[in-house]
C-alpha cells in the first residue's frame, strides 16, 4: 500500500483549519496542522512534509517569515509551499513569491482549485526529486528540458547538493551560469548581459534546455556576489513583477 503524501497545513483560525484539514483529508493526504510560524517550522522538521499551505496574516511568526525560515533554515528546504490570504493585495502577493511560495491563493478558497494546486505542485516536487537521486547528487552531468524543470529548480538542486560546474542553457538566447560548491558564482547571456543581470533573465525562460557538467573547464572571473538563495528569490521576484503587469 502506497504511503500517503503529508501536507502541513498553517492558519491562527482555527476554524479555517478544520475546514482545510477535512478537505485535504478526504482526498486522500495524511493532515498535520499547526496554529502559528513558530510551530509550523517546528512540524516542518519534525513530519517533513510533501507540501506546506499556509496562512499569510497571522500572530507572532507570520506566513511570509515562516516560508522564509523553511527556504532557509529547515531540513527540507524545497517543499512546494501554497500562501493563502484574504487579502487581495498584489504588493502582499509579490512579497510572498519573493519569500519562496510556489502558488498564492486568495480565501475564501474554492477546493477544487487547492486541490489541483496541491496535485499539480506534488507531481512537480517529484520530478525533482527523481533528478535529484538519480543525477544531481552523483557525481555526473545531466541534461533537461525548461518545460518540464524550471532553472530555478536546478539552481536550488546543485545549491543544495553543493555542486561544482557549468551550466549551458539554450532558450530565446545562449547562456551560462558556472556553480562552485552549490554557489553561483558566474552567469552570462549573450556577450553583454552578466551577473546577477544574467540570472534574472535565465529565470524567466519558459521553454528550453539545459545542461550540465561537473567539470569546469576554463577559469572565470567571479560576477555573482553574495548567497545563491537571495540571488535567485530576487529573480524570481522581478519575474513576478514584471508577469502582473502583463
Not at 24 to 40: F, L, P
Not at 115 to 137: I, M
Not at 222 to 246: F, H, P, Y
Amino acid at each position: 500500500m502506497a504511503q500517503k503524501e503529508k501536507i502541513l497545513i498553517v492558519d491562527d483560525n482555527p476554524h479555517v483549519l478544520k475546514l482545510l484539514s477535512i478537505s485535504i483529508q478526504k482526498a486522500g493526504y495524511e493532515v498535520y496542522t499547526a496554529e502559528n510560524g513558530d510551530e509550523g517550522i517546528e512540524k516542518v522538521n519534525s513530519v517533513k512534509p510533501d507540501l506546506v499551505i499556509s496562512d499569510v496574516m497571522m500572530p507572532q511568526t507570520d506566513g511570509i517569515e515562516f516560508c522564509w525560515m523553511v527556504r532557509e533554515n529547515s531540513e527540507i528546504p524545497m517543499v512546494p509551499f501554497i500562501f493563502l490570504t484574504s487579502l487581495s493585495d498584489q504588493d502582499m502577493e509579490i512579497r510572498g513569491f519573493r519569500a519562496g511560495a510556489d502558488e498564492y491563493l486568495v480565501k475564501p478558497v474554492d477546493r477544487k482549485i487547492l486541490l489541483e494546486k496541491v496535485g499539480t505542485l506534488l507531481g512537480r516536487a517529484k520530478r525533482v526529486k527523481t533528478v535529484e537521486n538519480e543525477q544531481v547528487s552523483q557525481m555526473k552531468g545531466f541534461e533537461g528540458n525548461l518545460a518540464d524543470l524550471s532553472l530555478v529548480e536546478m539552481v536550488q538542486l546543485l545549491n543544495l547538493n553543493k555542486r561544482s560546474g557549468r551550466m549551458e542553457v539554450t532558450a530565446d538566447d545562449k547562456g551560462e551560469i558556472v556553480f562552485d560548491k552549490g554557489d553561483m558564482i558566474y552567469a552570462r547571456v549573450a556577450d553583454n548581459i552578466l551577473g546577477k543581470d544574467a540570472v534574472n533573465k535565465m529565470v524567466a525562460f519558459k521553454e528550453g534546455i539545459f545542461k550540465f557538467e561537473p567539470t569546469v573547464d576554463k577559469k572565470v572571473e567571479r560576477n555573482i556576489q553574495g548567497s545563491t538563495m537571495n540571488v535567485l528569490l530576487e529573480a524570481c521576484r522581478l519575474m513576478d513583477e514584471a508577469d502582473s503587469r502583463k
